[in-house]
């Protein structure tokens, strides 16, 4: 009684699977994709968007652009971010030291958004031009803000 109880239960684990499975290889092309659509969260995101009428041949232009883009640290994160527009699981690069101080002597310490004088670990390097509208992790394209203002730059 006991065993035959867990049956119906087994049953239905085994169909959500095969449907979120079916949900994967109809929205992402694997053949294409597969190198980052390996152990993904593919339940957690068909619980999400699999009600969603997704644009798929849109989704897949994408996603081919962002798999060249050095930028990404994580590429496993690319169809999490195209379903979500969550730039954490990409893993954007960040500035290197050698960037960040040579910015912060060019700025002569000063944080450019308040105009106070910080010390070289009290500010972080900051993209002027955001990944997203092209910005690259290039010194042309640093500056360094104090802790407070590059918060209140982020909440924006
Ligand atoms: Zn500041």
Redesign the pocket.
């Known amino acids: 009684m006991a065993a035959h109880q867990h049956d119906p239960n087994a049953n239905n684990l085994w169909s959500y699977f095969q449907t979120v499975l079916n949900w994967a290889i109809t929205n992402f092309d694997m053949k294409k994709f597969k190198k980052i659509m390996k152990g993904l969260d593919w339940a957690l995101l068909y619980d999400k968007y699999g009600s969603e009428t997704l644009n798929t041949e849109d989704m897949g232009k994408k996603i081919s652009i962002l798999m060249r883009d050095s930028e990404i640290q994580k590429q496993s994160g690319i169809i999490p971010y195209v379903l979500t527009g969550d730039e954490h699981y990409l893993d954007l690069r960040a500035f290197p030291d050698d960037i960040k101080l040579a910015v912060w002597e060019k700025q002569n310490h000063i944080?450019p958004?308040?105009g106070?004088e910080y010390d070289f670990e009290f500010m972080e390097g900051d993209h002027i031009t955001p990944w997203r509208e092209g910005g690259r992790t290039v010194v042309d394209n640093c500056q360094m803000?104090?802790r407070?203002?590059n918060r209140r730059k982020g909440i924006k």
Request: a neutral charge.
């Open positions: 944080c958004h308040c106070k803000l104090c407070e203002c």
